[in-house]
């Protein structure tokens, strides 16, 4: 059973970036689809882009297509979220998600494992 450690959070200003780093503890992405998702408060979980680990195909929500780049590092087993042009709306809890399947959905409940989460805040 893989485990997901998070970690690249934090704040920053309207106009910076942040990398997100999602990595594999137990076990290996091969096989996998992994997701970023994002909630703010009061707000339900929303996907923001995912990956098929093994062919690379990636998928975006439209809030983030062109300022968002998910990536994957197949040596460290793990997935990496690059968020430029950041907004004070990307304001969140960010999680990534991973499910044993080679079909990428959007919906959180597809999702079996899941990250802490990680904050990330945007001041304007």
């Known amino acids: 059973q893989v485990q997901l450690v998070e970690s690249g959070g934090g704040l920053a200003q309207a106009g910076d970036s942040l990398r997100l780093s999602c990595a594999a503890s137990?076990?290996?992405?091969?096989?996998?689809?992994i997701g970023w998702f994002r909630q703010a408060p009061g707000n339900e979980r929303e996907f923001v882009a995912g990956?098929?680990?093994?062919?690379?195909?990636?998928r975006y929500a439209n809030s983030v297509k062109g300022r968002f780049t998910i990536s994957r590092y197949n040596a460290k087993n793990t997935v990496y979220l690059q968020m430029n042009s950041l907004k004070p709306e990307d304001t969140a809890v960010f999680y990534c998600?991973?499910?044993?399947?080679?079909?990428?959905?959007?919906?959180?409940?597809?999702?079996?494992?899941w990250g802490q989460g990680t904050q990330v805040t945007v001041s304007s």
């Open positions: 998600a991973a499910k044993r399947q080679y079909r990428l959905e959007s919906v959180p409940g597809w999702y079996d494992y």
């Open positions: 990956v098929t680990w093994d062919s690379g195909s990636t």
């Open positions: 137990g076990g290996t992405f091969t096989n996998y689809v």
